[in-house]
């Protein structure tokens, strides 16, 4: 088959939604079966239709039903997202027009305080689709030197700084110790944070009873069957996107549209993007998935996809209780700035992965003068010149084409991958939705916590200043001899502290 039909062939294009799909490139008999794609289909149906998805923590998986609430197994769940949709709306309205504001004005900032699927999904929406009405601002981890730098870029505008934090406890410790660094800056400068504080949390919540004992500005639900790397679509991305005067609606409607084509068993998008990614990838470690949007706007869809494929794919057990090795690396940077990066590993050196490229027809402003026209030239020509030089290599890609960004086209590309994982997740027998290794590393995490509150007691008792060198001595009298390796840690830090 030459180049021309082979294209042809493995290219679909969806004329009303401006999408398209080229498997081309990527071309290889299919390790996967029609009992295996009638079986994927099945597990997605019953994921819609309210089964237990989340074994881990006995859960259903719901994110599905956030842009089509009538599919909701109970009407008072459909009910419930409608409402939460219209509330955010109408917040978001009134603090664009000023109608909420501060005492010293209309909010000119937005600080969102969220981790992981609380500050991704957001960051992705800002980026792409973004106005000017507000500046928005991050908080997204739980480094004080990134508190700092944040809080300095706020500076004197602070008093009029709208504050969203994500979290579906409330202890979860990166948002909660960035709520403590905001409030401490406001105490500072005589600010009320209930005056300038939303929380999107679950009900009855640590978080939820804070703010409606502080009576804050608004509470907006999480819900236990949204884990939070599908959960762009509830509350935590709508709210930061709605207040950024992106149309919420149409990106829900794309995502919806998305859903729509990927339920189908033929022409299925989806399917063919998840059955590509398990060829190429061996259904494993084989390969990494390397994400290259050639679109500025897109400069996010790599760290987010990061999260909702490796948090869903990367785990130890299988259903069936097996030990596996599985997982789908991602990792991608941006068009054409991967020109002068790491293009040229891609092109000459390990075989290890596959690409896949987003490109972007055309931008959000026309190209009217010649330097805008020739810039857009040579970065659909950088696109090509890459995806070319790839194949002439035998280096595998696939290309998703998108007509311009939207909100309906981010909101299309977001349901695609979503189910894309969904179904590899499936071909791999690895339950997507639930996360075990995400929880071991928050126990590990408390114990070594709980080890430097003991260290610490044990040095003020000696009247002693922490010194790694002390490391062994110290594990001893402590008896801890086998957490030296981190008692040492702990006292170089420690030492490091004013």
């Avoid at 989340?54 to 459909?78: C, D, Q, T």
């Avoid at 002068?340 to 092109?347: C, E, K, N, P, W």
């Avoid at 290309?399 to 311009?404: A, D, G, H, P």
């Avoid at 928050?442 to 200043?465: P, Q, V, W």
Wanted: hydrophobic letters at 40%.
């Amino acid at each position: 088959m030459d180049g021309w039909e082979n294209f042809r062939k493995n290219w679909l294009w969806f004329e009303e939604f401006g999408f398209g799909l080229d498997l081309s490139g990527a071309q290889r008999k299919s390790k996967i079966d029609a009992n295996a794609e009638l079986a994927a289909f099945r597990a997605m149906e019953d994921l819609e239709g309210g089964a237990i998805a989340n074994g881990s923590e006995n859960r259903r998986v719901g994110h599905y039903w956030l842009r089509a609430p009538e599919l909701a197994p109970e009407r008072s769940i459909g009910d419930e997202i409608v409402r939460t949709l219209e509330r955010v709306k109408a917040f978001a309205a009134d603090v664009r027009s000023g109608k909420i504001r501060t005492e010293a004005g209309p909010f000119s900032d937005l600080l969102c305080i969220g981790i992981g699927g609380s500050a991704l999904g957001a960051q992705l929406l800002i980026g792409a689709l973004g106005g000017d009405n507000l500046q928005v601002h991050f908080f997204d981890n739980t480094d004080p030197d990134g508190f700092r730098i944040t809080l300095d870029k706020i500076g004197h505008r602070l008093e009029r700084t709208l504050v969203i934090v994500t979290s579906k406890s409330g202890s979860t410790p990166e948002p909660r110790n960035g709520l403590a660094a905001v409030e401490e800056e406001m105490d500072k400068a005589g600010l009320r944070l209930g005056k300038r504080a939303v929380a999107v949390t679950c009900s009855g919540s640590e978080l939820d009873r804070r703010a409606e004992d502080e009576s804050w500005l608004g509470r907006f639900p999480m819900w236990d069957w949204v884990g939070g790397r599908t959960s762009v679509t509830s509350a935590v991305g709508l709210l930061p996107a709605a207040l950024s005067a992106i149309d919420v609606d149409e990106f829900l409607a794309g995502a919806a549209a998305m859903d729509r084509l990927t339920r189908n068993v033929e022409n299925n998008p989806a399917m063919g993007l998840a059955k590509a990614c398990y060829d190429l990838s061996g259904g494993g470690p084989a390969a990494a998935m390397v994400v290259i949007p050639y679109c500025d706007r897109l400069c996010h869809i790599s760290r987010y996809l990061q999260q909702l494929a490796m948090e869903s794919l990367g785990k130890k057990l299988s259903r069936s209780g097996q030990e596996l090795s599985g997982g789908l690396t991602v990792y991608g940077n941006r068009g054409s700035t991967d020109q002068h990066s790491y293009v040229q590993q891609l092109r000459d050196g390990l075989k290890n992965f596959f690409v896949v490229f987003i490109e972007v027809l055309s931008g959000r402003e026309p190209r009217r003068t010649k330097a805008m026209k020739n810039a857009g030239n040579y970065l659909e020509g950088f696109y090509l010149g890459t995806k070319a030089a790839l194949a002439e290599a035998g280096r595998p890609s696939i290309t998703i084409t998108l007509r311009q960004i939207t909100a309906h086209s981010v909101g299309m590309l977001v349901a695609l991958f979503e189910r894309t994982v969904g179904f590899y997740g499936e071909f791999t027998d690895v339950n997507a939705y639930d996360q075990p290794g995400v929880e071991a590393g928050k126990k590990a995490a408390d114990r070594l916590l709980a080890l430097l509150d003991e260290l610490k007691l044990f040095l003020e008792k000696k009247n002693m200043s922490p010194n790694g060198n002390d490391a062994e001595a110290i594990a001893a009298a402590m008896g801890r001899p086998k957490d030296v390796e981190m008692l040492f840690k702990w006292l170089e830090f420690l030492r490091a502290q004013p």
